[in-house]
C-alpha cells in the first residue's frame, strides 16, 4: 500500500511500484501537452517500475485521479555532506490547474527531500512557464545567483 504524506487538502502520497503506469500516464500527459517527445505509456511504465522500486526515483501522486505529479530524484552532494534533490518533473492535468495541487505537490516535495537530509534542491523550467515560475518564487525558488540582485542562472540541456 502507497505511504500517505501529509497534505491536506488535496491528498498527496508517494508511489509505489503498483503506480508505475498512473505515473507514466500523468508524464505522457504532461510531454504530449508542451508538444515534447514521450515514448509512450507503456514505455514510460517500463522505465519507471524498476526507478519506483529501487528507490531511483521518489514520485508523488496528487488529487484522488491522481491529477498531478512530481518527480524527485536525489544524489549526494558535492560540497556539503548532505543530499541535493532535484525536481524532475511537476505537472497537473490542465483541469484541475488552480486548485492548489501544485503547490500541494511542491510542498510535500520540499518536505520529502529535507527529511531525507537534502540541503539543496534544485529544477528546470521554462521562462515561458509564468503559472511555474510564479509557483516557484512563491515557494522561496530563485533564479538569481547569490542575492536577490544577483546575475540571472540558467539552465541549460543537451541531447548527446
Not at 491528498?11 to 504532461?30: E, G, K, P, Q
Not at 524532475?88 to 520540499?110: K, M, N, S, T
Not at 523550467?125 to 516557484?136: E, M, N, Q
Request: hydrophobic share 45%; charged share 25%.
Amino acid at each position: 500500500m502507497p505511504t500517505t504524506v501529509a497534505a491536506d487538502p488535496p491528498r498527496v502520497r508517494i508511489a509505489d511500484a503498483s503506480d508505475a503506469s498512473t505515473a507514466a500516464s500523468l508524464l505522457h500527459d504532461f510531454n504530449t501537452e508542451f508538444d515534447e517527445f514521450t515514448p509512450g505509456v507503456e514505455a514510460l511504465t517500463r522505465r519507471l517500475f524498476p526507478l519506483i522500486d529501487a528507490g531511483e526515483a521518489v514520485i508523488l501522486l496528487g488529487g484522488d485521479g491522481p491529477h498531478g505529479i512530481a518527480v524527485l530524484r536525489f544524489r549526494p552532494a558535492l560540497w556539503t555532506e548532505s543530499l541535493d534533490a532535484y525536481l524532475e518533473e511537476l505537472y497537473v492535468a490542465p483541469d484541475r490547474r488552480g486548485e492548489g495541487l501544485g503547490q500541494a505537490l511542491l510542498e510535500v516535495a520540499l518536505e520529502l527531500a529535507r527529511s531525507r537530509g537534502a540541503g539543496f534542491i534544485h529544477l528546470g523550467t521554462s521562462v515561458d512557464d509564468k503559472a511555474a515560475c510564479a509557483l516557484y518564487e512563491k515557494l522561496g525558488f530563485t533564479n538569481r545567483e547569490g542575492a536577490p540582485d544577483g546575475p540571472l542562472m540558467i539552465f541549460y540541456e543537451r541531447d548527446l
